[in-house]
């Protein structure tokens, strides 16, 4: 079925309902994936012998790779399509997925991790690609909506899922799952996108464009302040995502039950804090306020309330100590609900991609650094140094953001050269 891309209805037809349900359940399986490590440690550590050390080694092998590929996965699925280039993903980040549950010691965790990092990319470029292609631009905003809630829905359900499986059948047996559930969704996708469902793909801004030009753009002082906007700020998600659990439980107490219980909690409000934060800054800018400079306002006033819910860790009580931690969730929310924001308001259509791809990858690299510095700081039981850090990476962050783009320099006159 062919869609004129001159269709101006926000409204979906029935495959393209179908394709966005699907595009959905593909991020909460990427995320549910990726997760399963962070609830599970403090039960494969004990059984398997491994340090807090060995822990944060393991997840710089997923963050390394998935910082390689997090450009590289763009490449590939402009080559194969996003047809077949997502089921090829997701396939592999499943087969990655079981092979966690065979592992004996911590080297077949590092290499799973690295081989799970690097497919997981795929699925969001993937996503981003098939809406591109299958959705017109007055749909676009609303099936990238769709599926983008399924982080948030994957980190949720995660902690109470895992730990069902994990207490009921054994920590195995979750990875064993989440498999089975990404290669189930393989022959779906591949239903739901065959040629009668095609639609017309459109004109894409940044085929003009060489890639010797995007090299020789990217030393933009704009391009270099998105960039480490990126390396800073999303350390903080990668905290969270990946030493949530572990905190709870060996600095807090927590048993594997109240983990369950109440490990969701922070990541819902880190939805909550996305839906609030876009909302927000739309709200600015149909008041009369510049786009960028919304973004900004959103990102400092995201930045302060991360900080304070690191304050409020001193806290021995489970009430306050889920509070906080909420908080800066929160806090997080908004700051990722404008970041992805930023290059579109920033930059030339032809750059948006190369620059958010890039920047992309610079904040898996800072991810890899920060990751460091917690198995460090968290096997000598330290973890109000980890939060002191945690506090000031926004502000690192968003300082490049407020002294090196402003809504003149990123008019569409000047960014058009950029």
Known sequence: MKVSQANTRVAFNGQQTLVAVLLLLMVVLNYLDRQILSVLAPVMRKELGLSQSDYAFAVNAFLLSYAF??????????????????????????????????????????????????????????AVKTVSERFTSAQRGLATGIFTTGA?????????????????????FAFLAASVAGLLWVPCWLYATGNRYQLSPPQDPNASLSFTERLSNLGNKRVLAYVLTRFFGDSSGYFFLFWLPEYLVTSKSFTFTMLGAFGWI?????????????????????????????RKLMM?????????????QTASSTLWTILSLSLSNFGVGIWAGNLHAV????????????????????????????NTLVGHFSTRGNYPVVFLILALLQPLG??????????????????KNA
């Open 300 to 312: 400092t006033s995201a930045a302060v309330l991360v900080a304070l819910g690191t304050v409020f």
């Open 152 to 172: 948030g829905i994957g980190a949720v359900i995660a902690p109470p899922l895992i730990v069902f499986f994990s207490l009921k059948y054994g920590w195995r």
């Open 343 to 370: 290059p579109a308001d920033a930059f030339a259509p032809r750059m948006v991609a190369t620059v958010h791809g890039l920047a992309g990858s610079a904040g898996a690299v800072g991810g890899i650094f920060f």
């Open 398 to 415: 968003i300082s490049g953001l407020w002294l090196w783009t402003t809504e003149r320099s990123c008019s569409p006159e000047i960014s």
């Open 266 to 294: 922070p990541f819902f409000w880190n939805d909550i804090g996305a839906l609030f934060g876009g909302y927000a800054s739309s709200r600015l800018v149909q008041r009369g306020r510049q786009p960028l400079l919304s």
């Open 69 to 126: 590929m997090y450009t590289g996965s763009g490449l590939v699925l402009d080559r194969v399509g996003s047809r077949k280039g997502l089921a090829v993903f997701v396939a592999l980040w499943s087969v990655a997925c079981c092979l966690h549950a065979t592992i004996r010691g911590l080297t077949e965790l590092v290499v799973f991790r690295f081989f799970l990092g690097l497919a997981e990319p795929g699925g969001w470029t993937g």
